[in-house]
């Protein structure tokens, strides 16, 4: 009979039997692997080496033998210096020459025996030996033979005999591979025009030309010279002795007190011009070149300009440089001339224009801005002449009185000098703006009289109205292609920068109007007829448009003020300004010039109630806000103006309030009533026309409107009246909700009730709480608990018969 053991048993023998077999196959595993080692272990070769990573040189043999060569020169030329100064003096004259001459001849010829040998770097070390070697020479003849000689003058004839020697050695046939003495020499060509004029006392004008000699020099070097490392060192030199002499120069030109004084500086600049303009001529990269001629032509500018200013006022300094920057341009008829010459002539003179217009600036700003301060001094008295009109808080520019020559030159040169048909339009648009400010500073320049120049301003703006009503636009056909884009960033079109121009202009006048009453008055009517008229022009209209608007809402403040009405009744008068805005929007239509108009509209309507509010008449301000609602609802009875019906009531609610507060009535329900009737009836149309429509929706706000405040007053009410009307008004509601299904009554008017019977009831309740002994509340709140827990699932069988009964209400 088989044996079965007991289930738990049998489980504890099934665990050690597999216990034994993870532990036979771990071993067996281990075994396996073993064997696979030393079996790839006997394939592998005995011989082969183990790789090694390969160290790579941290330099290359050259660059250590250069190193080498380098250290060993300076330590041989260190040495040098340290017998010449320190064991010279024990030696007699014989030896002193005998010493230094043979070292220095041995150490010159030494490089010829290692060139043929083909030690070309240690050659070259050998060399910069010998060459520091001949400065020590001349050091010690100095010292020795010619201590009574000037210092700055024997230096320059040194470092000249030296360039000679360098330049003679590096030109020898046998030496003539060696790299370094002819840099060296050309580093030494450097000092002796310029030392010899400071030693002779020549002054900075002598000084300056020696260091423009010498960049010439420089310059001729690197044009002609093959050898790279002479070209190199040739336009450092000239760049920098070049740049040294130009800024010397220029401060001579500046700061030259007579004719004779400026003449001797536009000598010197044009020596500098000369030699830029012949390395531009001479060069053949084009970047260099166009550099090269517009540095030659600035200069030749300031040389030119500098001696014209010397005899002319300060007022004239600025249009003498702008007349030779002009110039320039006459040279780029030249045919001979390399487009590249060309090319760096225009931009010297553009820039030389584009500085002169930065000039004048600051009058433009003083003429645009400073009558910005009238604002804060409104129909103070009228001054004397525009002049004293814009500089009423802001200082005069010095020397501004040649500013419109200036602007109109540049306007001139502009017009007739630009013909490229991508660049001529946005020339026009320069012409145009330089034009306008050239009529906008002259009436303050001249110093014309207070009116004249008013009317110099508003000829200005009519002017530029006209441009921008009459100038036709630059069309393209469409089958014809543009011929390249532009080279430039884009400019605007000529009518929306008339049009800006007009604009700044109008508001300059404006603001300079406001020194005198009938100043004011005349000027804002005028501005206000002025863009109405160019209004009529469909281009101009959503500028125009709302800026004549804008002009008549200020024109009737400043009427109110002259007729020293208070604000509110001034306020009457602006509101003509929203109604011309709505009638002529509903004109318009779907026109570009419709919210332009709008929003004018709407923003003077603002202004209107500000000064309705700001005067404290609550009747006026009733009246203003309920003909603010008058104009929105008929805004809104065009179609594509729905919306703003609800401005309108809003208007009209606020104007209700307002008239309530006149009349002291306190009553909320006076205020929430004509809120909650309309909303009512909205909503009640609403759910006629869309049976989905939920209740929250429609009658929520309405009903919210009124209850809320109302159950808010009868709270803080003692009396019995207003909490009784209210829970009767909240019975009816429920009742009504219930009985149609409807949430929003049926929950509003529920919770107003049941809170406002709440509240009646609070004073009983507060005397039941004091008549009960403490530990009465705690035991009632543990009995509630307990009831509601033993009652939990029906309590949850009606919440949900509850939910599902308030979510079939709409």
Not at 495 to 506: E, Y
Not at 742 to 757: C, F, M
Request: hydrophobic share 55%; with cysteine.
């Amino acid at each position: 009979m088989t044996h079965i053991p007991p289930p738990a048993e049998e489980l504890r023998l099934l665990d050690h039997e597999l216990r034994q077999l993870d532990a036979r196959r771990a071993q067996l595993l281990h075994r396996r692997a073993w064997l696979v080692t030393a079996l790839h272990a006997a394939a592998m070769p005995a011989s082969a080496p183990t790789p090694v990573a390969t160290r790579h040189p941290e330099t290359s043999a050259p660059r250590v033998q250069n190193v080498l060569l380098l250290l060993g020169g300076v330590l041989l030329t260190i040495a040098a210096m340290a017998f010449t100064l320190v064991s010279w003096g024990h030696m007699g004259i014989t030896g002193r020459a005998l010493v230094l001459g043979g070292i220095t001849v041995a150490v010159l010829a030494a490089p010829v025996q290692l060139l043929k040998r083909g030690l070309r770097s240690t050659a070259e070390s050998v060399a910069g030996l010998g060459l520091a070697l001949t400065v020590l020479d001349a050091y010690a003849l100095h010292e020795v033979a010619l201590t009574d000689v000037d210092a700055t003058g024997y230096v320059a004839a040194a470092s000249a005999a030296l360039a000679a020697l360098w330049t003679a050695y590096a030109l020898l046939p046998r030496t003539s591979t060696l790299r370094l003495p002819l840099p060296a020499a050309l580093i030494a060509a450097q000092l002796p025009l310029t030392l010899w004029a400071v030693a002779a006392d020549a002054g900075l004008y002598g000084i300056a030309a020696a260091v423009l000699v010498t960049a010439g020099f420089d310059t001729v070097v690197a044009l002609r010279v093959p050898a790279k490392s002479v070209r190199i060192t040739a336009m450092t030199g000239a760049y920098g002795m070049g740049a040294w002499g130009v800024c010397a120069a220029g401060w001579l030109s500046w700061t030259a007190t007579g004719p004779s004084a400026a003449a001797r500086a536009a000598a010197l600049l044009l020596l500098a011009a000369g030699i830029a303009l012949t390395a531009a001529w001479q060069q053949v990269a084009e970047k260099q070149a166009a550099g090269l001629t517009v540095t030659a032509g600035l200069l030749a500018v300031a040389a030119t300009g500098g001696t014209a200013r010397s005899v002319l006022p300060d007022a004239w300094t600025v249009p003498a440089y702008l007349a030779c920057g002009i110039a320039l341009l006459a040279t780029v008829r030249l045919g001979r001339l390399p487009q590249t010459v060309r090319l760096g002539l225009t931009r010297a003179s553009v820039a030389v224009q584009a500085l002169a217009l930065l000039w004048t600036l600051p009058l433009v700003g003083v003429t645009l801005l400073g009558p910005l301060a009238w604002a804060d001094q409104v129909w103070s008295g009228a001054p004397g002449d525009v002049r004293a009109a814009v500089t009423v808080s802001m200082p005069w520019p010095p020397h501004a009185e040649t500013v419109p020559v200036v602007l109109a030159v540049v306007a001139m040169v502009l017009a007739l000098a630009v013909r490229d048909t991508v660049w001529r339009p946005r020339a026009l648009n320069g012409v145009l703006v330089l034009a306008w400010a050239t009529a906008l500073t002259l009436p303050s320049v001249l110093e014309v009289p207070y009116v004249a120049g008013l009317v110099a301003l508003g000829l200005t703006t009519a002017g530029a109205l006209a441009a921008a009503a009459w100038t036709r636009p630059s069309e393209r056909p469409e089958a014809t292609p543009p011929p390249q884009p532009a080279p430039a960033l884009g400019f605007p079109s000529p009518r929306p920068t008339a049009t800006t121009l007009a604009v700044l202009t109008s508001l300059t006048l404006a603001l300079l109007s406001l020194t005198g009453e009938p100043a004011t008055l005349a000027v804002l009517s005028t501005l206000t007829a002025l863009f109405a008229a160019a209004s009529w022009r469909p281009h101009l209209a959503p500028v125009t448009a709302p800026t004549a608007l804008a002009y008549a809402a200020v024109l009737a403040c400043a009427t109110g003020a002259a007729a020293d009405w208070q604000p509110q009744y001034t306020a009457l008068l602006v509101l003509t300004v929203p109604v011309a805005a709505a009638l002529l929007a509903a004109r318009l239509g779907g026109s570009p010039t419709t919210i332009p108009v709008e929003i004018t509209g709407a923003l003077a309507g603002l202004l209107a109630v500000a000064l309705a509010a700001a005067s404290a008449d609550l009747p006026m301000l009733a009246l203003v806000l309920a003909l603010c609602g008058v104009i929105t609802a008929g805004t809104a009875v065009r179609a594509d103006r729905r919306p703003v019906a609800h401005v309108s009531a809003a208007l009209f609610v606020l104007a209700a309030w307002v008239r309530l507060a006149a009349w002291d009535i306190g009553t909320p329900e006076a205020y929430t009533l004509p809120v909650s009737v309309p909303a009512l009836l909205v909503g009640a149309l609403r759910r006629r026309r869309d049976p989905q429509a939920s209740s929250w929706t429609a009658y929520g706000p309405g009903l919210a409107a009124t209850l809320v405040p109302s159950l808010v007053t009868a709270w803080g009410d003692p009396d019995w009246t207003r909490p009784l009307l209210l829970g009767l008004a909240a019975l009816a509601l429920t009742l009504l909700g219930a009985g149609h299904h409807l949430q929003a009554p049926l929950l509003l008017g529920g919770t107003v009730l049941a809170l406002d019977a709440l509240h009646e009831l609070a004073p009983y309740l507060v005397q039941v709480t004091d008549a009960l002994p403490r530990w009465a509340p705690p035991a009632l709140a543990g009995l509630l608990l307990l009831a509601l827990g033993a009652t939990y699932e029906q309590r949850l069988r009606d919440a949900r018969r509850m939910r599902d009964f308030l979510g079939n209400m709409r």
